[in-house]
Every structure is written in C-alpha cells, then in structure tokens.
C-alpha cells in the first residue's frame, strides 16, 4: 500500500505477485497551484474493462450524453501497463465555442489522470480510480482538481460544474455498463474507436490469461 498523488493505493494480485508497474506521481496537481479534491463515488454492477472501453468510444459522448460536439481522437496509443488518448474538444462558453483539450493517461486498469483544458477558461485535473469489489461489481471513485483562479468562490463554482457533469454522465453510462453484453468479436467499422487497441492492452492485467471468457455481468 503507497500514498501516492493525495491517495491511498492498494494493490492486490490473487498469487501475490508484487505489484509489476508504478503510479506516477503528478507533482504539478500537488502543489498551491491546484485546489484539494472534490470527490465523488458510485457502485456500478460491470467489470472494470467494461467502464474503460467507454473512453476509447467518442461517439457515445454525442448520442449518450448529448455533448454539443464529439471529441476528436487524435492519438491513442499503449506502453506496457500505460494508454495514453489524446483528444480536442470544442465547449460551448458563454465566450461562444473554444477548442479544448480531454486527455486521458491511465497506469494499469484501476488507474487514470484525464486532464481537461479550456483556454481561458479552466485548467482542471480527475483522477479516477476504479476497484474490484467483486466479478460483477465496481467502487468507482473521482477525485477533481481544478487549477486556482484567484478567486476561490469560482474554483469552487468551476469544481461543482465539472462535478455535476461527471456525475451527469456517470447517470447516463452506468444503466450501459450494466446491461451490456462482452462480444468477443464485435462488429465494428471504422469510425468506431480504437476498442479491440484497448481490450489488448487490457488483457495483461488478468492473473491468468484471457482470450475466450466472457466479462461481466448480463451475458
Ligand atoms: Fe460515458
């Protein structure tokens, strides 16, 4: 067990292998220039794998959670225990439309620091941490930072903004995510996302090797 970026992390291996990759440490969240975190945290009945394929799916922004614009996938690409999806994203402001940025790191499959950016606008950072409870259930947890203002009151109104969309659609993913079937071979096309990248990438992190299991619940 390690405090590690403000957070208690646990690992747990079923043959009590020592952990095989490293949490980094995001120093720039740590320090003044960042608020404490705001925190959240739902029991989802799915499999961990299951919530993150909703990461590399940007079309379900627009027709899941009625986002004006879809991200734009720029980059999405694995390094042993690390995935790194890099995105553009236009906000509406009441400024008129910005180009932004969502960018999403994880280390291992219970592990990732998204980084949100609207210029002129906000700077804000979640990380978000998944764990097992069991095969058919979840403790998701978010805990948000924005960079500071200057003002703390619009620190906080930014933090319950971006809070309440998170949780808006959590709503809105977790009805999915918990009806959903695991096909192992899906029928995609090409603009659907970079799923089967993902499920690769996901498949070193079970104790025993995976190819022919189903995952998760309602199959
Ligand atoms: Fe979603």
Not at 4 to 33: C, K, Q, T
Not at 66 to 92: F, I, N, W
Not at 211 to 219: A, E, F, H
Request: charged letters at 25%; a negative charge.
């Amino acid at each position: 067990m390690i405090e590690r970026n403000g957070l208690i992390m646990a690992w747990y291996h079923p043959g009590d292998a020592p952990p095989s990759f490293e949490i980094p440490e995001l120093d720039d969240i740590a320090g003044e220039g960042f608020t404490d975190f705001y925190k959240s945290s739902y029991v989802i009945k799915t499999a961990i794998q299951e919530m993150g394929e909703n990461s590399v799916d940007p079309a379900h922004f627009r027709y899941v959670h009625h986002t004006d614009e879809v991200a734009v996938c720029e980059e999405y690409t694995t390094d042993g225990p690390r995935s790194k999806m890099l995105s553009s994203q236009k906000y509406v402001t009441p400024q008129g439309v910005v180009d932004g940025r969502i960018d999403s790191f994880a280390t291992g499959p219970g592990f990732s620091e998204v980084r949100f950016e609207m210029p002129g606008v906000v700077k804000a950072a979640l990380l978000g941490c998944a764990t097992p409870i069991d095969d058919e259930t979840v403790e998701q947890r978010f805990n948000f930072k924005v960079e500071k203002t200057g003002d703390e009151r619009m620190d906080s109104v930014i933090a319950d903004a971006f809070v309440a969309e998170i949780n808006k659609q959590l709503t809105e993913d977790i009805p999915i995510w918990e009806h959903k079937a695991h096909l192992e071979k899906p029928l995609l096309i090409d603009t659907d996302g970079p799923f089967m990248t993902y499920r690769k990438w996901a498949s070193q992190f079970y104790a025993e090797p995976v190819g022919t299991q189903v995952v998760g619940p309602g199959t």
